[in-house]
């Protein structure tokens, strides 16, 4: 078939019907017909030519051109599409190096075989030019809900059509007791567009937290008017969850709003989530108030939060344990979830107990270190003194506020407090040069001989040691591992170390040594309080 005896105008009226039909540009249908034809034209004059086509927008004619470009003498590789400056001149009149010759060539005649070529390059072309407007149309979108059809199931996956394009359900995303037929029609939260070779790949999901915080934005007006805000959302799918919410707006509760009138609003969403069981919660930026609310319906008596490790003990009744862990531990589960901290749970007996148990261990170790009477022993625990270092060097007067101590006895006790203590240091010292500590470890600032004995436990000998060490493997800390948090055991952390001293130790010991220009250091902490400086400024001017 010969390009030139075609009707010319059919090329742009088969473009615009494809690009129709695809819902995309026909300009690009026009291009990856003059790729086509490109091709075409390089079988029958030589791959080695640069053949280049053009197709008018207007009238649809298509014209085939050779490109020649001017290349440096050593640079010329292809002589049929390349020539020097010297062969140029044949051509164009002074010529210069990255000139392009373009003579126009009589149009090919397709064969069967150019003409299936033809046809899928432009097939090709086109699908890709269908997968970039699918990609681009619904990667803004991620984050949002979609409303779609069922096509079918594979595997479990539900496909969905998401009217320009499929969208797959996976089968870890479904409520666990939801089962669809074709053409069934399914809402669903958009959490993730990826563009990968097979096409963008639209990834849907009901089980995330996100599903259920956009599903509450379109029946409550005030959180999609920012009125009231969702702070967090905890669920197990299916069965029941959990959502905590604030109101900037005094005169609007959160939780009545979000409920509605007879729990219209909430019941719009649990009608659509399957009938899961929804706790609405008022957000609190006090922890403890705001993990005694996460435990309802249960009720706490008391509520003890280590910030440092991410803990929280929560004592309840006893009547109240088996409301507050929950069936199968749910309640507590999505309550910790939901504050981001771990939960331990304890009857009031429970913590009485355990109480008990501290208030004995303590008044064993001053019977045993200071010679004392249980009754006396009982006296200074009951003051809250909970370690030979606080009797040692506290005041002397808050131990005279204690029945029966006048300044003699307290002085006693003191003195043997000291005593003990630095008969404990000694021998810790001892052990550690038995150990091999160096004196560099032992002379640096900041160490007591109990600290230094411990590290030479572990193998930290000398101050070079000490300055490789990292803050947590003092200090201790957390690990996030596969979503639980682990606790890191740190080789100070019995002497209540924190992350701070132990970096200011470290960073110490590394100037001492001569790795650490200090002058460098401050110029670095001067550098971040500008930085830091800067970005308040910005976020005030933005405000």
Known sequence: MAITSANQLELLQTAEAVAREKMIDPGLVVEAMEESLSRAAKSRYGAEMDIRVHIDRKTGKATFTRVRTVVADDELENYQAEFTVEQAKQYMADPAVGDEFVEEVPPVEMGRIAA?????????????????????????????????????????????????????????EKIGRESYRPNDRIRCYIKDVRREPRGPQIFLSRTSPEFMAELFKMEVPEIYDGIIEIKA??????????????????????????????????????????????????????????????????????????????????????????????????????????????????????????????????????????DLDEFFAQLL???????????????????????????????????????????????????????????????????????????AKDGVKTLEDFATCADWELAGGWTTVDGERVKDDGILEPFDMSLEEAQ?????????????????????????????DATDTSQEAGA
């Open 116 to 172: 299936q070529s033809a046809k899928q390059v432009i097939l090709q072309k086109v699908r890709e030019a269908e997968r970039d407007r699918q990609y681009e149309e619904f990667k803004d979108r991620a984050g949002t809900i979609i409303n779609g059809v069922v096509k079918r199931e594979e595997y479990g996956n539900v496909i969905v059509d998401v009217g320009s394009g499929e969208a797959i359900l996976r089968r870890n």
């Open 233 to 370: 959302v905890a669920r197990d799918p299916g069965s029941r969850a959990k959502i905590a919410v604030i109101s900037y707006d005094g005169s609007i509760d959160p939780v009545g709003a979000c409920v509605g009138m007879r729990g219209s609003r909430v019941q719009a969403v649990v009608n659509e989530l399957q009938g899961e069981k929804i706790d609405i919660i008022p957000w609190s930026e006090d922890m403890p108030t705001f993990l005694v609310n996460a435990l309802q319906p249960a009720e706490v008596s008391k509520v003890v939060l280590d910030e440092e490790a991410g803990k929280i003990e929560v004592v309840v009744p006893e009547e109240q344990l088996s409301l507050a862990i929950g069936r199968r531990g749910q309640n507590v589960r999505l309550a910790s979830q939901l504050t981001g901290l771990d939960i331990d749970i304890m009857t009031e007996e429970e913590e009485s107990a355990r109480r008990q148990k501290e208030f004995e261990l303590r008044t064993g170790l001053f019977m045993d270190t200071l």
């Open 381 to 455: 625990v009951s003051e809250g003194f909970t370690n030979l270092e606080e009797v040692a060097y506290v005041e002397q007067d808050e131990l005279l506020v204690i029945d029966g101590v006048d300044e003699s006895t307290a002085e006693e006790l003191q003195a043997r407090a000291r005593d003990y203590l630095e008969a404990q240091a000694k021998a810790a010292l001892e052990n550690a040069r038995s150990l091999g500590v160096e004196d560099s470890l032992v002379e640096f600032d900041g160490l007591t001989p109990q600290m230094i004995e411990a590290l």
């Open 504 to 532: 200011n130790l470290v960073m110490t010991a590394r100037i001492q040594l001569g790795w650490v220009d200090p002058e460098e250091l401050e110029d670095e902490e001067d550098e971040t309080e500008i930085e830091g």
